[in-house]
């Protein structure tokens, strides 16, 4: 088996046994693997990181074809993100972002976008720009990188464009017309076109380009309220247990 090398961000770790430690990664070239680090709690120099949750670094690994639980033989540190560590909220929402990967992302399938994404998000996030905002474009852009985006582009229903009142209906996953709003369940929230244009803004659009958006508090509130219950309702995450219901609320 050829050795890989590869950029990863470090999502977890646990100590194996008396000497060594399991890391789950995810690679820019690899998607979300799992690998174990023999013997670094023994001898911490034997390795060129200390593998900080959230730190990117550039690991070799041979990979292990039965065990899914691949041999990293180097580990070295590019970015420990050291800005962010000193504020507990850019903790949370860094361990948060890593978190959802850990969840959302499957094992072993590369996603060159996704690990970028990540990287933006941490990055901004070490620069001190806003929690809130990244933590929110970061969301609704993994979202559709997994194809779990809430669908806006017309009713779920009916699929008319919609042209006056929206309605969002978690349960179906999109909007919903004034029509096929009114003769559904009890169920659909109305929604502001300003709500529907940011979502939409933030998934057509480079990270960079929507960190420029201003959004009213109103708007914020019905973001945040969708990504949440939509996190909920079709991904079985629930953001309430969760730290970053400081950050987004
Ligand atoms: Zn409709």
Do not use: W
Not at 127 to 144: A, N, T, W
């Amino acid at each position: 088996m050829p050795v890989h090398k590869t950029e990863a961000i470090v999502l977890k770790t646990f100590d194996f046994r008396e000497t060594s430690l399991i890391a789950h990664f995810f690679t820019k070239d690899y998607g979300r693997i799992n690998g174990i680090l023999k013997g670094i709690r023994k001898d911490p120099r034997k390795f060129a990181s200390t593998l900080e949750p959230f730190s990117i670094n550039e690991i070799i690994f041979y990979p292990s074809r039965s065990s899914g639980l691949h041999l990293v033989s180097q580990c070295d540190l590019r970015d420990n993100f050291n800005s962010a560590r000193a504020r507990l909220e850019s903790v949370a929402s860094a361990s948060y972002a890593v978190d959802l990967i850990s969840r959302l992302m499957p094992a072993e399938e590369k996603n060159e976008d996704a690990y970028r994404l990540a990287c933006f998000a941490l990055q901004q996030i070490n620069k001190g720009d806003d929690s809130e905002k990244v933590l929110r474009i970061f969301i609704i852009k993994l979202l559709k990188l997994i194809g779990f985006q809430p669908r806006l582009d017309g009713c779920v229903m009916c699929n008319k464009n919609i042209l006056e009142s929206a309605y969002f209906n978690i349960r179906r996953g999109g909007l919903l017309c004034q029509a096929c709003a009114s003769h559904s369940a009890n169920d659909s929230t109305g929604v502001l076109k300003g709500t529907i244009a940011s979502i939409a803004h933030m998934e057509k659009n480079r990270g960079e380009d929507s960190l420029r958006l201003e959004l009213t508090p109103q708007i914020k509130n019905e973001l945040d309220g969708i990504i949440r219950n939509f996190m909920e309702f079709h991904l079985q995450i629930n953001l309430k247990s969760r730290q970053l219901i400081e950050v987004l609320s």
